[in-house]
């Protein structure tokens, strides 16, 4: 298997895109705010749209999309340092081989480019891999919000995690 690398996806990565995000959302329901049908519903032209014109990443191995994530520049004078980062998934087969690392630095780059300093997500409190993966990429938890989703009668957690970029 060739090593992982990631770049900036277009348009054309559309039916890629959505098809591991639909992936993403009905492997790991809790992991994610957006559920599988709400995604489901987007039309692919509003997603090749928005691959096109913001900063949204995949990883490949041996050519396939292995998994994605999207950038989120805040746009206020005072904030567009900071982006947040969502839908970040890799699939299970390449888990553990160092592709959502790859992703990950791929972010941080290009999240560099344009200006942003510091990183900014939720996670799950309970998505205790997701933590330890971004506890060693560099990030912090700098608080909780209680009672972030609501599913089936259940409230869960979330931890807000910061890494400031140099
Ligand atoms: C989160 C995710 C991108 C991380 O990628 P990954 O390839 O699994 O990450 P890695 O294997 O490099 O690192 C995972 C860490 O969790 C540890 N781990 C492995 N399995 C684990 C488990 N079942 N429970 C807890 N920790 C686990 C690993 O040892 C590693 O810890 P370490 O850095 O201290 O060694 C990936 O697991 C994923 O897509 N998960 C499902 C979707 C998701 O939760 N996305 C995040 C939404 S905020």
Redesign the pocket.
């Known amino acids: 298997m060739t090593e992982p690398s990631a770049r900036r996806l277009t348009g054309a990565d559309a039916p890629d895109w959505q098809r591991l995000r639909l992936e ?1 959302l009905s ?2 329901p809790e ?2 705010l957006t559920t599988h049908d709400e995604a489901a519903a987007v039309p692919i032209s509003a997603i090749a749209k928005r691959l096109d014109t913001g900063h949204t990443l995949g990883v490949f191995q041996d050519t396939a999309m292995v ?1 994605i994530g999207s950038l989120n520049q805040l746009t206020k004078a005072q904030t567009k340092h900071r982006a947040e980062i969502g839908a ?3 699939r299970p087969a ?8 790859a992703l990950m630095e791929a972010m941080a780059e290009g999240a560099q480019q344009i200006g942003v300093r510091q990183l900014e ?4 409190a309970s ?4 933590i ?2 971004y ?2 990429a560099g990030f912090r938890e700098v608080g909780q919000i209680p009672n972030a989703t609501l599913s089936n009668g259940v409230f869960e957690t979330d931890l807000i995690m910061v890494r400031e970029l140099s």
């Not at 390449?94 to 690392?101: D, S």
């Not at 998505?127 to 997701?130: D, G, H, K, L």
């Open positions: 993403a492997t790991y992991a994610f998994g970040f998934f890799v390449a888990q553990g081989t160092g592709a959502a690392a997500l939720y996670v799950a998505n205790t891999r997701a330890a993966f506890t060693r």
